[in-house]
């Protein structure tokens, strides 16, 4: 069983139903057990600054499917929900990115794991480190290290709403 870290965040629209929607359409796909929903984060955007601020998620899953399909399925959540790419790290409603799959390397032209700039974002590894598994190993024990590296206040990372359950989250 492959373990997938996603981080979702969103900054269209009723931003909470969009991440409640996205991880329920998760947890109602064949193939995919949704295991842990982080907190949710509200914070600053990051590149394009002139849009509202996000709200973001990780949630573990474990599913029997490669990274190139967990990869589609990502996507399918995204274009169903209405995501439209017009500026890069621009306004979303949806998106949706695999951080880690077990401890996998993987570069490929339409796939980078680990995410290539989730070292270089707290909104991603708050989140992250939340519901990750202990003892932290690999990919984790560095994201561990690197957040204590950064300035999450001056990052714009801020707890939002704390998240109990998976089923919690979703109904």
């Known amino acids: 069983m ?8 969103t900054n ?3 931003r909470e139903y969009n991440l409640k929607l996205a991880v329920k ?4 796909m064949d193939g995919i057990s949704v295991k842990k929903v982080s907190s949710i984060y509200e914070t600053a955007p990051v590149g394009y600054v002139d849009q509202p601020s996000f ?8 599913s029997n499917r490669s990274a190139f399909e967990m990869l589609e399925i990502c996507q399918t959540v995204e274009n169903d929900l209405g995501r439209v790419r017009e500026i890069r790290w621009g306004p979303r409603i949806i998106d949706l990115d695999i951080l880690l799959f077990n401890q996998d390397n993987i570069e490929a032209e ?4 680990p995410h290539a700039r989730m070292f270089e974002r707290a909104f991603v590894l708050v989140p992250l480190l939340e519901i ?3 003892p932290l190993e690999g990919f984790l024990a560095q994201a561990q ?8 206040d001056q990052e714009g990372v801020k707890k939002w709403k704390a998240t109990t359950s998976v089923e919690q989250f979703i109904y």
């Open 145 to 152: 290290k690197v957040l204590t590296l950064l300035d999450i």
């Open 132 to 134: 990750a598994d202990e």
């Open 12 to 14: 269209i629209g009723d």
């Open 55 to 62: 709200l973001n998620i990780v949630v573990l899953v474990e």
């Open 110 to 113: 339409n796939l980078i794991v």
């Open 2 to 9: 492959n373990k997938i870290y996603l981080s979702l965040g």
């Open 25 to 28: 359409m998760l947890y109602e």
